[in-house]
């Protein structure tokens, strides 16, 4: 059975506030988190298609790109939902329980913002019920380190950032670094969410 539903984007805009802290990065992070949350939201109306004879769904935008993968229950989206830049490279997996996300959550490097990275795992972590929890781990293009941390109730508790050498921070970079790339990652979870939750399907 097919079944759609009108949903509306929304297209990030950085505050100057944040780009100016953001500048302290190297380009090609920046580059890739903007080039990802531009990714998102650049269409204002997208179809829910469930595939026949499975619990698969797909949320699938006018030019016929589909933008996300899943299965969705009577709670909304259920289990490890995947994600998709035009070209179909895989930009997130995201798990939900009941329709909030819960679990491990993945971002990898997308192909127009770093193609040489493209693919690649960018960050690894963990939400329950959309708070971010426990360790943290974000990597540069060039697959090292550059930030760890470890989170309780949403909150930060403890990080570890590193340079474009590998070199360790200063405790007050490190955590300048991290509210930073903490920022990128909530707004980007927070548009990658709005495609899903908005496109529930509705009964005819």
Known sequence: MYRTVI??????????????????????????????????????????????????????????????TGRWSSAGPEGPWDFYESNGNRTATITFSEGAPAGQLRFYWGSQSVPGAAGKLQVVGTVRDGTFEQRWIRYAPNGTVMNETVYWNDEIMNTRSFSSEGAELPPTEAMEKAKVLDDADRRLLHSLLIIVHHAKPQSR
Request: charged content about 20%.
């Open 7 to 68: 949903t509306r984007a929304v297209r990030f805009m950085p505050h100057r506030d944040w780009l100016r802290s953001a500048s302290r990065l190297t380009t090609g992070v920046l580059v890739g988190i903007l080039g990802s949350l531009a990714e998102i939201g650049c269409t204002h109306y997208n179809t829910v298609e469930r595939w026949p004879g499975s619990g698969l769904s797909e949320i699938v935008s006018p030019d016929g790109q589909v933008l996300c």
